[in-house]
């Protein structure tokens, strides 16, 4: 019954929740008493129990104290209980592959961001237990931890729909990010501002050469439009927050870039700016400058390091870039220069230039 | 016929032109013809004369390079004539009063910044005869400059609304501020992603003490919200962007307003910014970090020094945020704590925290 008094409270709580997502929820649960009796008709003593239960489930979240939905930004702060808003929220997913020292670690650091409503790990070290009963033996946690095995080690693992995200919001992370709470509140505060798009804290752009083929890059890369200072076109998802609905977009893109990701293991995270570069017709990325960031990949003793590190790593990446343009016929990446700070912060000067 | 001229290359060039827009020109045309023919039925070969010099002056219109509308920031720079794009383009509006000899150092300065279509100067210094023989015996400058002289010293003279304004797009300087070309390019930038706000440099906040009472100030007033960093509400006009309909929103407003600035002789930026985010339901202004802004005041012989130096002035602004709020019957200014910055300049590295 989990699941059911889950779609409750998420119908209840949710006033602007639409009606394709209540179709959807009723359908998740048809299917879902479907498979638990086989398919077979019901007997009616069976479906009126249900209801009973539907309606003391409804009957209890009622007393759930009222959590008023604010789209104002600055009201974030006043709420009391932040777990039971799932709308005011966000999810954290992290993938993670063959260093658990490290993801407990992570586990433990993000514990005490304000405004995390849950944390899901998508566990791509197959065949190898998940550490959940560690985790619960060192418990209570102040945040739910959910871990999805996988059966199969494969990068675009962390971007299928999860049935556990309750949230719009999702700050995805790599397994060897360390980022402060400071700079993850202000940059959510900066998506509830640009939902459309990527907020996070890693730019990198395209460049296109006179030959009409395109390579990635960062600062080492010519700025492609000339003028002062630089252009990104895509902020990865490796530490970035991004609408939920871009999951299910992903999901339902052409055959030819998942498989594209699939035989690199690589470039999920550009695949996923084209996506939204496509659908919003605006740059894909919102860059927030970080104030504190690190990687922590250096604090891991189990000998295996990021992805990043294969020497054919970036060489991928222009690769993809140029297979993505083909299958979209064109490059929908779009250029911005915009880079967001929080003001005031880390000091009351950081809006005065330094002479 | 130069009335006539401006509004039919208006018309050819600027597909977005709303009906409404054409309507008032149309009206004014025929204002204008009514006027010069003291309203008497205008005889037939007289209509035939002003119709051939209408088709003529079309026909030339067609000779001009099309200049495309495009949406994306990224494309301006590609343009080759800026000054016959109104749409692609901003126009400098500057109050000034008693320092000539700081305004004639102004206009040179701004002479060569990207985008600019048009410089109005608002000539506030009744009685004295506007610089304009000086202006052009040194000419030819490559941008216009039309002198608007006033009939009395009013503040907000300023913001009334101007016919030679041809642009959406008006930035608003006072007229001692020299603020780079590089910072002008990339706010403009900036504006054309946030054209319903106030996209500037100087940012100002309101704070609501325990007694219901306002207070105007900047970083040594306290964080009205609490938490990390602050928060600003106003963005103020003399160094800002917005857009030229606010001009006509101001001069519609409630008399109470425009009494409360001609007694003060000061307020009206605030009075700007109450509009905007009452008519938005956003924070006001959106707040760019300058890289390079200087005060020039103390480069003027006049001895005159601005207003902001009056001892009431700041005493004088928070009276005006409490009437305003009055007249308003409640608080529409909103917070806000994004900074923009540009991306790479000056530097390559300043997305990396100094540590």
């Known amino acids: 019954l ?4 889950v779609g409750l409270r998420a119908a209840g709580l949710r006033p602007a929740m639409e009606a394709a997502e209540r179709r959807e929820i009723s359908a998740m649960l048809r299917g879902f008493t ?13 479906v009126m129990a249900v209801l009973i239960v539907f309606i003391v489930g409804a009957a209890l979240t009622m007393l759930l104290p009222k959590v008023v939905e604010s789209g104002a930004v600055v009201d974030r702060r006043e709420q009391v209980d932040q777990r039971t808003d799932a709308q005011n929220s966000f999810t954290i997913i992290m993938q993670s592959y063959n260093r658990t020292d490290l993801l407990l670690k992570l586990l433990n650091h993000y514990q005490a961001i304000p405004n995390l409503h ?36 494969r990068m675009r693992n962390r971007l299928e729909p999860i049935l556990e995200l309750e949230t719009k919001a999702v700050l995805m992370l790599d397994d060897d990010i360390l980022i402060s709470a400071y700079d993850l509140d202000f940059a959510y505060s900066v ?3 640009f939902p459309d798009q990527i907020v996070g804290f890693v730019p990198r752009k395209h460049v296109a050469t006179s030959s009409g083929i395109y390579s990635y890059g960062s600062f080492e890369l010519q700025n492609a439009l000339g003028g002062s ?21 992903f999901k339902v893109q052409l055959p030819a870039v998942h498989s594209l990701i699939d035989k690199t293991q690589n470039c999920d995270d550009i695949a996923m700016n084209f996506i939204v570069a496509k659908y919003t017709g605006k740059p894909s990325g919102v860059f927030v400058k970080p104030v504190d960031m690190r990687n922590l990949e250096k604090d891991s003793n189990s000998g295996f390091n990021g992805m990043w590190h294969r020497a054919e790593h970036l060489l991928q990446r222009s690769w993809c870039l140029n297979q993505l343009a083909a299958i979209y016929g064109g490059m929908p990446l779009k250029y911005s220069n915009i880079m967001i700070s929080q003001f005031g912060f880390p000091n009351y000067a950081n809006h005065k230039t330094k002479s």
């Open 2 to 5: 989990k699941i059911r008094g």
């Open 34 to 46: 479907r498979r638990l009796f086989g398919g077979r008709t019901l007997p009616s003593y069976l």
């Open 118 to 153: 849950k944390i899901i790990v998508v566990w791509n070290s197959v065949g190898i237990k998940v550490p959940k009963d560690l985790w619960d033996s060192l418990g209570p946690h102040p945040i739910p931890v959910v871990f999805k095995e996988q059966t199969v080690n």
């Open 191 to 193: 998506w509830q501002q």
């Open 229 to 249: 200072g630089d252009h990104y076109s895509m902020v990865l998802i490796g530490a970035a927050f991004f609408h939920a609905s871009y999951l299910e977009k």
